[in-house]
């Protein structure tokens, strides 16, 4: 029996998220068990590798073959489809990992489990930046959301050196509200296209695979 394509791109997901913990913990366990205000090299190396292996991860599930519309009004349908899921995985993984963390304090020299927030703050706005480019593109597939989208394209690529800055801590209100006003206006631009985007974050039944 063959798997439908939807499943294989959460399975894909799946391995890509999977993937990033794993090697994010292994980073926490290079440091010395006490949590130091700046990240090391080691660590450094792991953030690196696990933004690889997302990379590689979400190349096989932009690989995975999907239904071809055919007329008109079901590219259009699965353009808003695809840009959903994208934008709202890149909205999930941003409230999940970098806002709320931040707001909690947990970026700030000094706070409990510092090195290891900043470490999967700085995979998740590498995957955010990744889902939020494949959104933009998604949306070219619809007249409407394709304008609707326009005016954030300048945002989306401002997100891209980001992740560095998360990964050494070096952010603060400017950094985590640009990551905000970009995911902000994507889901106002979804709205103006009759879709919702809502913050999608990979669940532990999802991890299981």
Same mark, same amino acid.
């Given at each position: ?104 304090? $947990? ?52 997100? $891209? ?49």
């Amino acid at each position: 029996m063959s798997v439908p394509a939807s499943a294989r791109f959460r399975r894909a997901l799946t391995a890509a998220v999977l993937s990033c913990a794993l090697l994010a913990g292994g980073a926490t366990a290079c440091g010395s068990g006490t949590d130091r205000g700046a990240v090391t090299s080691a660590e450094e190396a792991s953030v690196a590798e696990a933004e690889q292996a997302m990379a590689a991860s979400t190349a096989a599930m932009e690989a995975v073959a999907e239904p071809t519309p055919s007329t008109s009004a079901e590219r259009q349908k699965f353009a808003k489809t695809r840009f959903v899921a994208n934008a709202s995985l890149a909205a999930g993984a941003t409230y999940q990992w970098i806002i709320k963390p931040y707001q909690a304090g $947990k970026f700030k020299k000094g706070a409990k489990g510092r090195t290891f927030a900043l470490i999967k703050a700085a995979v998740a706005g590498a995957f955010a930046y990744n889902r939020l480019k494949a959104a933009l593109e998604n949306a070219k597939g619809d007249p409407l959301l394709s304008k609707a989208v326009a005016p954030l394209t300048a945002g989306v690529e401002q997100l $891209k050196g980001l992740g560095a800055k998360l990964r050494k801590g070096e952010v603060g209100d400017a950094e985590i509200g640009s990551f905000e006003n970009v995911i902000n206006g994507v889901k106002d631009a979804g709205k103006k296209a009759g879709v919702e985007v809502t913050d999608q974050v990979p669940s532990t039944s999802q991890l299981r695979g």
